[in-house]
């Protein structure tokens, strides 16, 4: 709370106003200081001179009466200071140093002093003191000793310093008003400056301008602030534009590119679907050839209408996952947690009922839990799984195993298995659709499963990725981002 | 330390004599302070001697003889016995003796005619013409002022001395 007092925190206003006050009191203050001194000085030599001729004149005057030792005399003459309030004390000596006639004005009869130590002359203390050889033809016939109150001399400089400071007091007034209305040339246009700015970046409008006064300094500083905000202005328009511009553009783009989405994938979906008709039919027709008609054919025939039937359920499992994929594509996403563990032991169930008897040992970390559509994971990874079942049936033994590592960020499920494996080197290829690194002979496939799996990790905002080297086995990474799992 | 006595010794001399003055010491320096208020309208040459003569018989012994020498406005002082009123003619400052009371009107008639300051202490003196008196009043030595007589002598007299004096005739 203190700080705001500091004088950091002042306005602008406030210190020139100081600056201007400060320097003028101290010239007022200089001035009236000087006035008196010099006032002092002045009315001192006066005071000292009027007693001077006053002295003078009583000396002269006494001359003869100190010759004639007449006191009747002397005490007349000198009892004519009683007309001067501030006489103190008057001596008058002989020749010989004697006190021939005194004078005491204020009840308290002080002594004249004792000539034979010289006494202290001029102002000293709240006294004038002066000692005054009384002449006469040049000849010294006594001595004059006067002493005067200064509190006239007091009185005067005491008026003097009230009536100089009430007379600087009113100038500093004055200054204060005048100062108080100059300052604002120079603070006004720095308090419109500032406040401009802090509008211009509160507000961010950049059509505040600030009136320039005159072609001082602030005038330039005034009319160079205000270009630059107008080519800030401008600028900012020409980025307002260009984002429009762009944002019109995108948007243009994502509908176009999703028309085209949607056409593909409707024209993929009615494809695989009216492909399935005839498809069935050849199958169908295929299957009562054989059955009907079988024994007419030869071994040949026989054969070839054996391949018909089996490149149709190759087929059939194509369009199959071609559905699939084109499903996993445009379904719309049903989020919840999941627990994987759970859902891969069932698909792993099912996979050792339906294949070869070969040994199999499977190890599933439990409690891995996911957050997602679970018909699309558990497309995912039923694929994941049927590729590790198919590329370790032709190992003596089988053997998967499911982790999970969780990052504060992230979390990843690795499925490690011990078949073929595949060389890196087309690890590119892998989770595009039809790409196979096997031939149907040594492994059957559609080139569809990994292609259907990174759709699915990519709608869950994922990633994922593999490593392997040849006949070592593969491992699968499934990274699933945190920001899905809430 | 000898010196310091000494001077210890001198002051106590002088103060006592300071104090204790003798009538005739107060007028003989009164005569003195007279030449200093009092003027010679037509002084015979400037710088010329101012010559006190005492007539009659000296009252003051030897106490003038300080004055011889000394100067006044000035003019030298002289000092002069002289044994009758016809020799006094060079004299400025007459001086009656208290014995020549009953030669007055001739010897103020004298010292008129020679523009002469005529000084006595007989009583009355400024009345039978005579310029200034001496006057005792108690202990205290004072003197009165013929005007008249001082004028009609030609002589000046500083209005401060008139002042001073206990009676001045016009």
């Not at chain 1, 203050?29 to 002045?42: F, G, I, K, Y």
């Not at chain 1, 085209?260 to 993929?268: I, Q, Y």
């Not at chain 1, 086995?473 to 699933?480: M, R, S, T």
């Not at chain 2, 406005?73 to 004299?91: F, H, M």
């Amino acid at each position: 709370m203190m700080e705001r007092w500091r004088w950091q925190y002042w306005p602008l206003k406030t210190k020139l106003l100081l600056l201007t006050l400060s320097i003028s009191t101290l010239g007022i203050l200089l001035v009236c200081t000087s006035l008196v001194v010099v006032e002092n000085q002045n009315y001192q030599e006066q005071l000292e001179s009027e007693l001077h001729v006053i002295a003078d004149i009583l000396a002269e005057q006494s001359a003869a009466a100190l010759l004639f030792e007449d006191d009747q005399q002397l005490n007349t003459i000198i009892s004519s200071l009683r007309q001067i309030g501030t006489i103190e004390q008057v001596c008058v000596y002989n020749v010989s140093g004697q006190v021939m006639s005194a004078l005491n004005e204020s009840g308290n009869a002080r002594a004249c002093p004792n000539l034979a130590v010289p006494p202290e002359v001029g102002f000293v203390g709240d006294f004038y003191r002066l000692l005054k050889p009384v002449t006469l033809d040049g000849d010294t016939v006594g001595q004059f000793y006067l002493i005067s109150r200064l509190e006239v001399l007091r009185e005067h400089i005491q008026a003097f310093i009230v009536v100089t400071f009430s007379i600087g007091i009113g100038i500093q007034v004055v200054l204060a008003w005048v100062a108080l209305r100059l300052q604002r040339l120079v603070s006004e246009p720095v308090f419109e400056l500032s406040d401009a700015a802090e509008r211009i970046a509160r507000d961010h409008d950049y059509s505040i301008r600030v009136p320039v006064y005159g072609k001082d300094e602030l005038g330039r500083l005034g009319s160079a602030f205000n270009e630059m905000i107008g080519t800030i202005q401008q600028q900012n328009l020409k980025i307002l534009q260009s984002r429009d511009d762009l944002e019109r553009t995108v948007a243009d783009r994502t509908s176009e590119l999703s028309l085209a989405n949607r056409e593909l994938e409707a024209f993929s979906f009615s494809v695989s679907h009216d492909l399935r008709q005839p498809l069935r039919a050849i199958e169908g027709f295929g299957q009562a050839l054989e059955e009907d008609c079988g024994d007419q054919l030869n071994e040949t025939g026989r054969d070839y209408l054996h391949r018909i039937r089996a490149a149709t359920v190759r087929m059939g499992g194509l369009i199959d996952g071609l559905l699939v994929l084109s499903r996993v594509s445009r379904q719309a996403m049903e989020v919840k947690q999941l627990d994987l563990s759970a859902m891969l032991e069932e698909i792993v169930e099912e996979l050792k009922e339906t294949t070869d008897p070969l040994p199999t040992d499977v190890s599933i970390q439990p409690g891995i839990r996911v957050v997602g559509d679970g018909r699309m994971i558990r497309v995912a990874f039923q694929n994941l799984l049927e590729n590790a079942w198919k590329y370790t049936s032709k190992n003596d033994h089988r053997r998967i195993d499911v982790m999970a590592c969780e990052a504060p960020d992230s979390i990843t499920v690795a499925i490690q298995d011990n078949g073929v494996g595949f060389d890196m080197k087309y690890v590119d290829k892998l989770f595009v659709a039809f790409n196979r690194l096997h031939t149907p002979a040594q492994f059957v496939g559609t080139g569809l499963g990994l292609a259907t799996v990174d759709r699915v990790v990519r709608r869950h905002f994922g990633e994922i990725y593999a490593e392997s080297s040849v006949d070592n086995g593969a491992c699968f990474f499934v990274k699933f981002p945190s920001s899905m799992q809430k | 330390m000898k010196f310091l006595i000494a001077l210890l010794l001198c002051a106590l001399v002088g103060a006592s004599n300071a104090s204790v003055r003798s009538e005739y010491e107060v007028k003989a320096a009164f005569l003195y302070n007279f030449t200093r208020f009092i003027t010679w309208t037509e002084p015979q040459a400037d710088g010329s001697d101012l010559e006190i003569c005492v007539l009659g018989q000296d009252p003051f012994g030897d106490l003038l003889e300080q004055l011889d020498g000394r100067v006044s406005q000035g003019r030298t002082l002289g000092l002069a016995y002289p044994a009758s009123l016809s020799d006094s003619e060079n004299c400025q400052i007459l001086f009656v003796g208290s014995a020549k009371s009953r030669d007055l009107p001739a010897i103020t008639d004298y010292a008129t005619k020679h523009q002469m300051l005529t000084i006595s202490e007989i009583p009355g003196f400024v009345e039978g013409g005579g310029v200034i008196g001496y006057v005792k009043e108690g202990n205290v030595i004072r003197f009165e002022i013929n005007l008249k007589a001082a004028q009609s002598a030609g002589l000046h007299v500083n209005s401060r001395l008139l002042e001073l004096a206990v009676r001045v005739i016009r």
